[in-house]
């Protein structure tokens, strides 16, 4: 049975850290890239960062570039996303992926599995 599973989400305050966990079961790690997108109250779900499973070459959208980190343990078949100097325009449910390829996060499309998502809510 393929599982991601998000974990780390919570609430803090505008400016704090949190760390995002994304573990992953059920399919080959290495045949694909994971993503991390995210999806506020009343707006479409949106790309944030991507990790190659095989080389480690990552992606980050715009909006957090220089803020976030996404890294991989491929011994433990999961991803991290390092988010700090959060924002209140961060707030969302983020959700893992894996995903065929990294233009995922641009197209939205060529996603393969996604998990259940984990809330990020960030006070001002």
């Known amino acids: 049975e393929v599982q991601l599973v998000e974990s780390g989400g919570g609430l803090v305050q505008a400016g704090g850290s949190l760390r995002l966990s994304c573990a992953a079961s059920?399919?080959?790690?290495?045949?694909?890239?994971i993503g991390w997108f995210r999806q506020a109250p009343g707006k479409e779900r949106e790309g944030v960062s991507c990790i190659s499973s095989s080389d480690g070459s990552t992606y980050y959208a715009d909006s957090v570039k220089g803020r976030f980190t996404i890294s991989s343990d491929n011994a433990k078949n999961t991803v991290y996303l390092q988010m700090n100097s959060l924002k209140p325009e961060d707030t969302a449910v983020y959700y893992c992926?894996?995903?065929?390829?990294?233009?995922?996060?641009?197209?939205?499309?060529?996603?393969?599995?996604w998990g259940q998502g984990t809330q990020v809510t960030v006070s001002s």
């Open positions: 992926a894996a995903v065929a390829h990294m233009s995922a996060i641009a197209t939205m499309a060529g996603i393969g599995y």
């Open positions: 059920g399919f080959t790690f290495d045949d694909y890239a």
